[in-house]
């Protein structure tokens, strides 16, 4: 085979291997298809500085024009992968055109939920994935008064605080008792309290019924029966893998399953970012892990392993969100059951039969670093609680 590396999804984890790639020496091919007409870019920003008009699209750019042609990647954008053939190893594309491979990283990304609520095709309902949704949010936020939004995850918040910062009256709702719930009951209390400070109304425990109006949205149902007047409605219910065209390699709900360096259960079948469900010492689990700092490592895994070099020190996964002027950071998987210590009110442990699994740290990037690094450890509590003692000195039990 000549075909090289062809890689699939030109995204943040796409774009990372394709460069690590070269940057290891790989002198082979490298092709990376893009469904989206705009080199790959950042999606962090789109609900942060990007939809506040603070940031434009230059600037999420993952790498400038001039690197693709310096490490001669042939980018093709606007180009959709329609199928993957993994015996012949062969992708075909939207256009008919079919392409060899040596190897191919499926790096696809996830796709917004999109729930059967009567009124999804009414104007001024939005979702938000690419830099073509935010740009016309954004545009459509600029007129707007009154938002409600769908959903009270990442995507949800990030995008309530935002238009709530343009001047929009904003209610966001979820069937959940709180806000990124799934961080649990105690951080949930603090995000539902920089909203509720910054005049963002929260509906929990109810769901919605229906967006209504004419063509264009002018009011949500909720079903509980309560009407909230909305001119811009957003809904945030998460994504599934964007795995359709994907077929002869072992899925875990949608996701390529993989082992830590990407590699599927199909031979020169790799997979990273959204799009996989990579193996995680932590839980003993196949797990899909939507975020920023996992797309980037698991991209520079994939390139390791393709040109055979050892893989890079594994940082632990960790994300971020900013709302409201507030950062929150949080690594580790915890479970409902673990117990919750507080260090002074801007660092929290999960600890479960004396273990670290998880820690947040809240407007506290250095302390929540440095507490990373306990995770799989096991101090004593009093150690943990103590915000006097330096996080470097803890001992690790
Ligand atoms: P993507 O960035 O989604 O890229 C996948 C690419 O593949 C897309 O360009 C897509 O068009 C393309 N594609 C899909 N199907 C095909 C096909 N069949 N053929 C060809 N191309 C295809 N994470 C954080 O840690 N912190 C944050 O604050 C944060 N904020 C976010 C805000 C928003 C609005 C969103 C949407 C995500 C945010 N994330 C955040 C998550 C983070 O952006 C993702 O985890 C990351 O983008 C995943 O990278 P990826 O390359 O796997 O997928």
Redesign the pocket.
């Known amino acids: 085979m000549t075909g090289g590396v062809v890689v699939?999804?030109?995204?943040?984890?796409?774009a990372t291997a394709a460069t690590t790639l070269r940057e290891l020496g790989f002198d082979g091919p490298i092709t990376l298809?893009?469904?989206?007409p705009v080199l790959?870019y950042?999606?962090?920003g789109?609900?942060k500085g990007y939809l506040a008009g603070s940031t434009d699209a230059d600037d999420l750019r993952v790498h400038g024009p001039e690197v693709y042609e310096r490490f001669g990647i042939d980018v093709r954008l606007g180009?959709?992968?329609?199928a993957l053939d993994a015996e012949a190893r062969r992708v075909s594309l939207a256009d008919g055109t079919t392409l060899s491979y040596d190897d191919v990283v499926i790096?696809?990304?996830?796709v917004n939920r999109r729930p059967p609520l009567p009124g999804m095709e009414r104007r001024g309902v939005h979702q938000?994935?690419?830099i073509a949704e935010a740009s016309s949010l954004r545009s459509a936020a600029s007129s707007a008064r009154t938002a409600v939004i769908v959903g009270q995850g990442?995507?949800g918040c990030?995008v309530a605080a935002t238009v709530r910062s343009l001047g929009l009256d904003v209610t966001m709702v979820d069937p959940l008792p709180g806000p990124l719930w799934s961080l649990g009951a105690e951080l949930s209390a603090r995000v539902a309290q920089w909203h509720a400070d910054a005049g963002v109304r929260l509906r929990n425990d109810v769901g919605v019924a229906s967006l209504d109006g004419g063509p264009a949205v002018t009011s949500v149902t909720l079903t509980d029966g309560a009407v909230l007047p909305a001119d811009l409605v957003v809904v945030g219910v998460g994504a599934r893998p964007?795995t359709d065209?994907v077929s002869g390699v072992e899925l875990v709900d949608g996701a390529v399953a993989v082992d830590a360096d990407g590699r599927s259960s199909a031979p020169h079948v790799w997979a990273?970012?959204?799009?996989a469900a990579a193996w995680d010492e932590q839980t003993g689990s196949h797990r899909r892990v939507?975020?920023?700092?996992?797309?980037i490592v698991q991209g520079q895994r994939v390139a390791h392993a393709l040109v055979g070099a050892p893989s890079p020190p594994g940082g632990r996964s960790w994300?971020?969100?900013?709302q409201h002027g507030h950062t929150l950071m949080h690594a580790g998987v915890h479970g409902a059951d673990d117990v919750v210590v507080w260090r002074g009110d801007s660092v929290v442990f999960w600890v479960r039969d004396g273990e670290v699994t998880a820690v947040a740290g809240i407007d506290a990037g250095r302390d929540f670093r440095r507490a990373m690094k306990l995770i799989g450890t096991r101090p004593a509590t009093a150690d943990l609680q103590d915000d006097a003692l330096d996080l470097r000195t803890v001992p690790a039990g």
């Open positions: 699939v999804g030109a995204g943040l984890a796409g298809i893009g469904a989206e790959p950042e999606r962090p789109l609900s180009a959709e992968a329609v790096a696809t990304g996830g938000l994935r690419t990442f995507v990030e964007a065209w990273i970012g959204d799009a939507e975020h920023f700092d996992s797309a994300f971020w969100t900013d």
